[in-house]
């Protein structure tokens, strides 16, 4: 790791070495938040002597469990899933569910933890967990798809319950799942249980605007960095990562905000687009035809598409990294700065790397960390449970109004923060220690539990 630790934490970061082997994700999001939290000791001697950090590093429950499914012709496939259930001292775990050949505990263990001070940071009730598993919906058929979540959520639903554990979607679980896994809660449980999963279509129990809301929150945040350095989104140059659901909104609400997205991505390659990304062909072809990105061509003759190209290397004002985590290193930190960007918002989770976020914080340009950045996912799937705890629907407008609140809210929280501690404007350490806080003061009150 790159920034050496406060003495009392170091001791802290090497048991989560031993007592987790080979979970380098998990090391890495450990490392980076205990990185901000030597002051936060200072201040409140009562944490370490209660071990918060300890206990916050150890997950409270972890699931790990077989899916046996049959694919269309008749052969069997085992895969393996996880739900790690990491904190709850502010309400019911809550996070999404990946499904991705690259799924295995460390990765799902990363997402938790990190889930933990995300979802602290909103304000809302909710704790933090993880789940997936290392199956590929890629090339399945829509009912291959259909017996695999019905697999799965025949062992999870005995961890699930509203007030226990909500998850929702991440990479590879979409609308569709979403309606399998639910569907097959319903149906095990004999109870039409809403607020069990969130990110559920708009017919029953989903809410307006959570389709959007991580992509639309990060630009939300991005606007807000640029606000607080007295410039703004109009006009700028954006390059967004991926062509999922973060990356497909973002691109929509910064055309909103007068701002020209010029490339995106998917795993095999990238498009740059000069004249502004289309986001009706985008749609078409992820959403509806759920295709590769180089099918962007067949339907405009002047976009270019780079088979691997490095996205970081396309000139832009502001790069929003929406894909995977460690997806931005040093090297491309360097040339993102070097080529004049002035804002690097995370949709994604931990996609920059130790190295490139030093770089950006010696450039010292405007850089928001997943936590913070890509809080309004989770965010308004906590609206979603508000929604179906009042057996009520709220307009598109009304909903996007709270999630933009909460993004400005979020963003002036952790300003505020990194201010207090002596470090304006480093978002990372103030969306650790505020984040931090809020978890450590409940645990505090709740005792050695
Ligand atoms: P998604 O709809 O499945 O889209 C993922 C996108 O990233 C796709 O374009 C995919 O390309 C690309 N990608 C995935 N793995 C990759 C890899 N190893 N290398 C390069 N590209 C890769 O997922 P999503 O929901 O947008 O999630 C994207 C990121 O946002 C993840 O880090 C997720 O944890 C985070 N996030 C999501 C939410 C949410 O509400 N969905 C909330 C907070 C944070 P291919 O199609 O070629 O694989």
Not at 150 to 176: C, F, K
Not at 324 to 332: A, I, M, P, R, S
Request: hydrophobic letters at 35%.
């Amino acid at each position: 790791m790159t920034v050496k630790l406060d003495e009392k934490l170091e001791p802290i970061f090497q048991d989560v070495l031993h007592r987790n082997p080979g979970e380098s994700e998990f090391h890495q999001a450990v490392h980076e938040v205990l990185e901000t939290l030597g002051p936060v000791l200072v201040k409140y001697p009562e944490f370490a002597d209660k071990k918060i950090i300890q206990r916050i590093c150890e997950p409270e429950r972890q699931i790990i469990f077989r899916v046996p499914w049959q694919d269309d012709s008749g052969e069997i496939h085992i895969n393996r899933a996880f739900r790690v259930e990491f904190n709850s001292a502010l309400g019911p775990y809550k996070g999404g569910m990946r499904f991705h050949p690259s799924v295995y505990l460390g990765i799902i263990k990363f997402l938790g933890f990190e889930q933990i001070f995300k979802n602290a940071l909103t304000g809302l009730p909710i704790g933090g967990g993880k789940g997936g598993s290392d199956f590929d919906p890629k090339g399945k058929s829509d009912d291959e798809i259909m017996r695999f979540c019905q697999s799965m959520m025949t062992e999870l639903y005995r961890h699930l319950g509203e007030y226990t554990d909500v998850p929702a979607g991440d990479i590879g679980v979409g609308g569709r799942e979403i309606g399998y896994l639910f569907g097959q809660y319903k149906r095990i449980t004999n109870r039409y249980e809403s607020g069990v999963f969130t990110g559920k279509g708009l017919d029953w129990g989903g809410s307006r605007a959570r389709t959007e809301a991580t992509g639309y929150g990060t630009v939300f945040f991005t606007h807000e960095m640029l606000k607080a350095r007295g410039d703004s989104l109009d006009g700028k140059t954006v390059v967004v990562s991926g062509s999922g659901n973060v990356a497909i909104y973002a691109i929509e609400k910064a055309h909103e905000l007068g701002a020209k997205v010029i490339a995106c991505s998917d795993s095999q390659g990238m498009i740059v687009h000069e004249k502004g990304i289309d986001l009706q062909t985008l749609k078409r072809i992820k959403e509806v035809e759920r295709r590769r990105i180089s099918a962007y061509t067949e339907y405009h003759k002047d976009a270019k598409y780079v088979e691997d190209g490095n996205i970081w290397s396309v000139p832009c004002d502001v790069a929003l990294p929406c894909a995977t985590q460690n997806e931005l290193n040093g090297k491309d930190a360097k040339m993102l700065v070097e080529n004049g960007c002035v804002a690097v918002a995370e949709g994604a989770n931990m996609p920059t790397t130790p190295e490139g976020i030093i770089v950006f914080q010696d450039a010292k340009i405007a850089y928001g960390p997943g936590k913070a950045a890509n809080a309004g996912g989770v965010a308004t799937s906590a609206l979603e449970m508000q929604q179906n705890a009042s057996r009520d629907s709220w307009t598109f407008d009304y909903t996007q109004k709270r999630l933009e609140e909460i993004m400005i809210d979020i963003h002036k929280n952790c300003y505020e923060t990194a201010a207090e501690f002596g470090a304006e404007g480093n978002y990372v350490l103030g969306a650790n220690i505020n984040g931090f806080l809020r978890v450590a003061k409940a645990m505090n009150a709740m005792g050695v539990i």
